[in-house]
């Protein structure tokens, strides 16, 4: 156990600063953020100097090793264009992002798994195909484009929810958190749906199939010929049973939703780290941009590891030792 | 504030919902119709209570509220209410007095400038010549800010009180546009300022002006608030509390406009113009901006990188270098069918690199006429009977519709011959070529006040010593325009420096430096009730938009 953490710490460490130079090299080969954030009426020298202020004058070996010396003393750099530490700044959006991941987490667990256990129960009828036709569209139908619709319905013909933006904000612990209010939770409403459709739409399918499966199983024959209630077999023999699946790639999913609510954020103008990613990486302010994909590279190396760990205590079966 | 009208339907179904549910019939009435009733109810409660409350959705956020930090339009657009300059810019963009006064010049190197006086800052501090002088050199002091606005300060070698009401600034040589400049120095209170970082500004602890508008909060990415400053010397706004909210994308923000989550919205996406134009609910504002498109041409005599025979082969001598060509060119370009169709009329063709009504319009300059024989004709005389191949470069998430007006004139040009591709970048990527002359025909847009300050970087031979050409990426070069645009920069006498700028305009687009395309339309869409005068310099200012 012990040397499997140290051994997934280095690789962990490896793949930061692969991925950090993966960065350097890329917004390097883009352009130069100065040319896009000078003032219009700036003369050459100025330029220059400015050029030469933020070190982009220094050969790119340089700059990158400037860069590890100063991450190694936990500063990742100043924004270009907010003037401020990039870690702050994406911080600073952190808990907006996550407050919409878990919620669309939450909705994709508790509307994925009894429609999905339904439909797995039922596959015949025509209540499980309507559940499992609508998955597919869950799965295809593009979330920007849902994203407007939801907004057309719901706040601009029917005035039910606001269109976009962040309600009102409690602070817990210092921390901002808008489910705690009405006007934080409207405005969550369709952001969340919509960022947990395609998890809704594999929660279902996975639960179904799951079920399914289950189903033809010798213990829930054995059940059934015992006489137990259905209800019990069901919530408690298939439903244990089905769940060590589900757990696994929603954990997993959940790294991918707080990496990939920048679609959702930009379509409900959501002030998360999305958000400002992608501004960030308009004006290529490098550090933001750096130090977002070393956070969200953390974070999917923490999930990963959590789950490897959890997995091994629920299946004996899985020795940690074997994971390569 | 939600818009009335949605709530004047709503109010009718809410009574409606009402009227039964007192006589007992309707007890069991869909939660939906209860749901409606109570929002009617609380739309009331709103529009009484916050009546002159206005929110505005911005198209990009504002990235530091330091009014000097960085040089970009949504910083610029928020500083200006919480701040003002010695000189405003009013919607047409003629200056006018801001907290100088008057201005004049005492010599040909020495502009002196009359405070106005009894100004308050929002702590209920005075403003005196020491705020006007310490803003004027706080901007040389930030030397972490990759857009700084030292370009409106590097003029002045020497400035200084003469009493707290007059401020005396001195240049090394006579020079016109000053009053210019000094509409782009926000006046910060000294005492709030001098000890304040960044971060001090985005708290708003140093936030003190003299502007329209107190600062309240800042949820960076989301919105600003600010609330009415009651001692304003230019006239109370008619808003106690303004919210700007950043909504940087284009369906979205129209739809939080529909949906009534904002009163108003700036720069409304082309597809729904009809539309809105069309709703009785909503007024459109449209102004001419003065952001003028064109086409910086590569007038190099060496090869230029994407100029080719028809075979595709690189030409050994650029054929843009030759004014016949560049003419062609332009006589190519339909410009009214391309401002009718590719920007859905939210275009006027261009003449000059400046809006019409801005300081140095020459409009003795006439639109270019479409004229494809005339330019086969110049094709020939130049000794391309029968073209030659090139690649067009354009931006394609900067200006109104860019991607579609580089390929609109691929084809215009394609017609006489010129056989013509089309490569659109990410602003990214786009301008850090171009700077490096990586392109042979790129498309730029660009926005001043003054046109001898736009000739000058825009085709000014460019050379590091003089500061000049920074954004000539065509490499244009002409003595005689340098000499008439040194002239206009230099003369402080403003009727003298018109004349020069506009022959300097006349003489550059004759030999078509760049080819220009037109002048955009900025646009601002709002509840109806409401009105904006539309600025020529795109900026949304709240103490600009009056109720009806």
Same mark, same amino acid.
């Given at each position: ?12 460490? $490896? ?28 003369? !050459? ?14 050969? $790119?070996? %340089? ?24 870690? @702050? ?36 009828? $025509? ?31 029917? @005035? ?7 309600? +009102? ?40 199939? @799951?079920?399914?499966?289950?189903? %033809? ?7 059934? +010929? ?16 089905? $769940? ?8 997993? !999913? ?6 990939? +609510? ?63 | ?83 003002? /300059? ?43 010549? &020491? ?11 930030? /030397? ?18 003469? =009493? ?75 808003? =106690? ?19 009534? &989550? ?71 370009? &339909? ?8 920007? *859905? ?35 020939? *005389? ?78 000014? /031979? ?48 004759? *030999? ?24 020529? =310099? *795109? ?10």
């Amino acid at each position: 156990m012990i040397t499997f953490l140290i051994r997934r710490l280095l690789q962990s460490i $490896l793949v930061l600063l692969v991925m950090s130079l993966l960065v350097f090299l890329g917004v390097y080969a883009i352009g130069n953020p100065v040319d896009i954030l000078i003032s219009p009426d700036a003369n !050459q020298a100025e330029r220059a100097r400015i050029i030469a202020a933020f070190g982009l004058d220094q050969p $790119l070996w %340089q700059q990158y090793l400037l860069f590890l010396r100063n991450a190694a003393a936990g500063n990742l750099g100043r924004s270009f264009a907010f003037a401020t530490p990039a870690l @702050g700044l994406i911080l600073e959006r952190f808990p907006a992002t996550m407050e919409l991941a878990v919620s669309a987490m939450l909705l994709s667990v508790l509307l994925g798994i009894p429609l999905g256990l339904f439909a797995g129960l039922r596959p015949k009828g $025509l209540a499980g195909k309507t559940i499992m036709t609508a998955s597919i569209l869950g799965f295809s139908l593009p979330t920007f484009w849902v994203g407007l619709m939801l907004i057309m319905v719901f706040a601009v013909k029917l @005035g039910w929810l606001p269109s976009s933006g962040r309600g +009102a904000t409690v602070n817990v612990l210092g921390v901002p958190l808008s489910f705690l209010t009405r006007d934080g939770l409207e405005h969550l409403l369709l952001p969340a749906f919509n960022l947990a459709l395609f998890n809704i739409a594999l929660v279902i399918r996975l639960t179904r199939a @799951g079920t399914q499966e289950a189903l %033809q199983q010798e213990y829930v024959r054995f059940a059934r +010929a015992k006489g137990l209630r259905n209800g019990r077999i069901i919530g408690v023999h298939v439903l244990k049973n089905i $769940l060590i699946p589900i757990v696994t790639v929603i954990a997993l !999913q959940f790294g991918s939703l707080i990496a990939f +609510a920048i679609v959702t954020e930009t379509v409900f103008a959501w002030p998360g780290m999305g958000k400002l990613i992608i501004d960030s990486i308009r004006v290529l302010d490098r550090p933001v941009i750096v130090a977002y994909l070393m956070l969200i590279v953390t974070l999917f190396i923490v999930i990963n590891l959590v789950v490897d760990v959890l997995y091994s205590l629920l299946d004996p079966r899985v020795r940690l030792a074997e994971a390569k | 504030m939600r818009k009335p009208e949605s709530g004047a339907t709503y109010i009718i179904t809410g009574f409606g919902a009402r009227a039964p549910h007192i006589s007992g019939n309707f007890m069991h009435k869909t939660a939906r119709n209860l749901r409606i009733a109570l929002f009617a109810a609380g739309l009331l409660a709103m529009s009484a209570a916050a009546a002159a409350d206005l929110k505005i959705g911005l198209s990009a956020d504002v990235s530091s509220l330091d009014p000097h930090y960085l040089n970009i339009a949504p910083n610029i657009n928020l500083s200006s209410h919480l701040f003002d /300059t010695l000189v405003l810019v009013d919607p047409n963009g003629k200056l006018v007095p801001g907290l100088a006064t008057s201005w004049r010049t005492v010599d040909d190197t020495t502009w002196e400038f009359k405070l106005r006086r009894g100004v308050k800052f929002h702590d209920g501090s005075e403003l005196t010549a &020491d705020d006007v002088l310490f803003s004027l050199e706080r901007p040389a002091t930030l /030397t972490a800010s990759p857009g700084p606005f030292t370009s409106y300060t590097r003029q002045i070698v020497d400035k200084k009180a003469v =009493d707290p009401y007059t401020v005396q600034l001195k240049t090394a040589t006579p020079y016109g546009p000053l009053p210019l400049d000094m509409s782009s120095i926000f006046i910060v209170s000294k005492k709030a300022a001098q000890n304040a970082a960044t971060e001090d500004f985005n708290s708003g602890r140093a936030l003190v002006g003299t502007g329209p508008f107190k600062f309240a909060s800042f949820a960076r990415g989301d919105r600003v608030v600010l609330t009415r400053n009651d001692q304003y010397w230019g006239g109370k706004s008619a808003w =106690d509390k303004v919210t700007f909210r950043i909504i940087t994308a284009s369906a979205p923000r129209l739809a939080a406009l529909l949906a009534g &989550d904002v009163d108003m919205i700036e720069t409304v996406p082309t597809a729904d113009l009809a539309k809105l134009k069309a709703d009785a609910k909503f007024t459109l504002e449209q102004k001419i901006s003065w952001r003028t498109i064109f086409w910086h041409v590569d007038q190099q005599a060496h090869r230029s990188p994407f100029v080719t025979d028809k075979a595709g082969k690189p030409l050994d001598k650029n054929p843009l270098a030759d004014v016949r060509v560049r003419q062609a060119m332009s006589k190519a370009i &339909d410009r009214k069918a391309m401002a009718a169709r590719t920007m *859905e009329g939210l275009a006027l063709p261009a003449s000059n690199i400046v809006s019409p009504g801005i300081f140095g319009y020459n409009d003795a300059l006439k639109v270019e006429a479409y004229d494809p024989d005339g330019a086969k004709k110049l094709l020939a *005389e130049a000794g391309y009977p029968d073209g030659f191949g090139l690649t067009l470069h354009g931006p394609n998430n900067r200006y109104i519709n860019d991607e579609r007006i580089v390929q609109t004139v691929a084809q215009f040009f394609s017609r006489i011959g010129i056989q013509t591709k089309v490569q659109t970048l990410p602003l990214s990527v786009y301008f850090s070529k171009a700077r490096a002359g990586e392109f042979s025909v790129a498309l730029l847009g660009w926005g001043t006040l003054a046109g001898d300050f736009g000739l000058r970087t825009l085709v000014g /031979t460019p050379n590091p010593d003089t500061g000049w050409g920074t954004w000539n990426w065509g490499r244009y070069s002409n003595p005689q325009v340098d000499a008439l645009v040194k002239s206009a920069l230099s003369s402080v006498d403003q009727v003298k420096r018109e004349g020069y700028a506009k022959q300097a305009a006349a003489l550059a687009l004759k *030999e078509e430096a760049v080819i220009p395309l037109h002048h955009q339309y900025a646009s601002w869409a709002m509840r109806r009730g409401l009105s904006y005068p539309g600025r020529v =310099d *795109e900026f949304t200012f709240a103490h600009q938009v009056r109720p009806q």
